[in-house]
C-alpha cells in the first residue's frame, strides 16, 4: 500500500475502529457498569479510542508486504456490576462487532439511494469504508482470545462447556498471531470480502 493510499484509508479506518469500541463502552454502559464512561470511553472521539501500540502497527504494517494488523484501545469494564455477568459480557462483545455491521449497512444504503448524484471521490470513501467495517466485523468475531467472538461464544455455550472454553485463551494471542502469518485470516475474509463486491456491483 502506497503512503497516499494509506493516508486516504487511515482516517476512514480510524472512524470504523472508533465506532467499534465506542459501541462496546456504550453497551457495558447500559447494562449497568459505569467504568467505560468513567474512562471517558463512551464517546465517539478517536483519541479516546486510539492504542498507540495497535494504531503503529495498522500503520506499519499497511506500507509493507504481508498481512495489515492492527487494534483500538480494549473497552475495559467490571463483569460484577452486570445483573447477567455471563450474557451481558456476550451482548457487549457483540455489540462491536454488530456497530460495524450497521455501518456498513448504512454505507450501502447511501450508495443504493444516492448513487448517481453523489461525486466518484466519495463513492470511493464510502465503498472502503464499507468494506473496512465489513473486514472489522468478520475478523474480530473470529472465536479466538482476544478477539470479540472468545466472549461472544463463550457466553451462548452452556455453563460447564463455556468454562472449558474459556481455558483457550491462554493460547489465543499465539494461535491468532499464527492464523495472521499464514494467511489462514486472508482466507476467512476473501468470501466475506468477495461477496461485499458482488452483493455491490450488483445492486450499485
Known amino acids: 500500500m502506497s503512503i497516499f493510499t494509506l493516508l486516504f484509508l487511515l482516517p476512514v479506518l480510524l472512524l470504523a475502529l472508533s465506532i467499534h469500541e465506542f459501541a462496546h463502552a456504550y453497551a457495558a454502559d447500559k447494562l449497568g457498569d459505569a467504568t467505560p464512561r468513567m474512562m471517558g470511553r463512551v464517546t465517539l472521539n ?4 486510539l492504542d498507540p501500540v495497535g494504531t503503529a502497527l495498522l500503520v506499519i504494517t499497511a506500507l509493507i508486504p504481508g498481512p495489515t494488523f492492527g487494534w483500538g484501545k480494549p473497552v475495559i469494564f467490571n463483569p460484577y456490576n452486570l445483573k447477567n455477568p455471563k450474557r451481558d459480557t456476550g451482548i457487549i462483545a457483540f455489540a462491536g462487532p454488530l ?3 450497521a455501518m456498513a449497512l448504512l454505507g450501502f444504503g447511501t450508495l443504493y439511494i444516492g448513487f448517481g448524484t453523489i461525486p466518484e471521490v ?3 470513501i464510502i465503498l472502503q469504508f464499507i468494506i473496512i467495517n465489513v473486514v472489522l466485523a468478520t475478523f ?4 479466538i482470545y482476544p478477539l470479540d467472538g472468545f466472549n461472544v461464544i463463550s457466553s451462548i455455550l452452556p455453563n460447564e462447556l463455556s468454562e472449558q472454553f474459556k481455558e483457550t485463551y491462554r493460547y489465543g494471542t499465539i494461535i491468532l498471531l499464527l492464523l495472521i502469518f499464514t494467511g489462514t485470516t486472508g482466507k476467512i475474509l476473501g468470501p466475506v470480502i468477495n461477496f461485499t463486491y458482488n452483493l455491490l456491483s450488483r445492486f450499485i
Open 46 to 49: 478517536p483519541l479516546k479510542h
Open 99 to 101: 456497530s460495524n455491521i
Open 122 to 124: 466519495l463513492i470511493a
Open 140 to 143: 474480530n468475531l473470529i472465536p
